[in-house]
């Protein structure tokens, strides 16, 4: 069996948008769970500006945190496989870069040359989400 770079690099783009975009469920339990049980003011100020911003994001189908991090994929190739590693692994890297070139990402928290290849979003794009949203 051979695996198509094409299926690799257009997976992982698929998975690292929905990483970003996707809360699963036990989370939103979590904080419906931290409204109900937090007494201190300042933490309960907090918890409820995180649940405004998911739903922000949420409805305007936009990032849950631009703080992205790095993506790590797990790979399980099972026998009988014929993988070329280095092609498996640049395509992991297109797909990561497809998704960064879809979705939008505050240049504050962008690497200089990220920014460069994606373009420069302004910040009043979010400040008007929000007052749409709000």
Do not use: W
């Not at 094409?6 to 948008?17: D, F, N, S």
């Not at 928290?109 to 794009?125: C, S």
């Amino acid at each position: 069996m051979q695996v198509s770079p094409e299926a690799v690099e257009e997976a992982a783009k698929t998975l690292y948008i929905r990483a970003l975009k996707v809360l699963p469920p036990d989370i939103h339990e979590g904080f419906s769970r931290l409204t109900q049980s937090e007494t201190n003011p300042t933490a309960q100020r907090v918890i409820n500006t995180m649940i405004t911003n998911i739903a922000v994001a949420e409805q305007t189908d936009n990032l849950l945190c631009q703080d992205t991090g790095v993506p790590i994929y797990h790979l399980r190739i099972g026998r009988d496989v014929n993988v070329d590693g280095f092609a498996l692994m640049q395509a992991i890297r297109r797909g990561c870069e497809r998704a960064r070139g879809v979705e939008r990402h505050r240049h504050d928290v962008e690497h200089e040359a990220a920014r460069d290849a994606v373009g420069v979003h302004e910040l009043h794009d979010v400040e008007r989400l929000v007052r749409r949203v709000g």
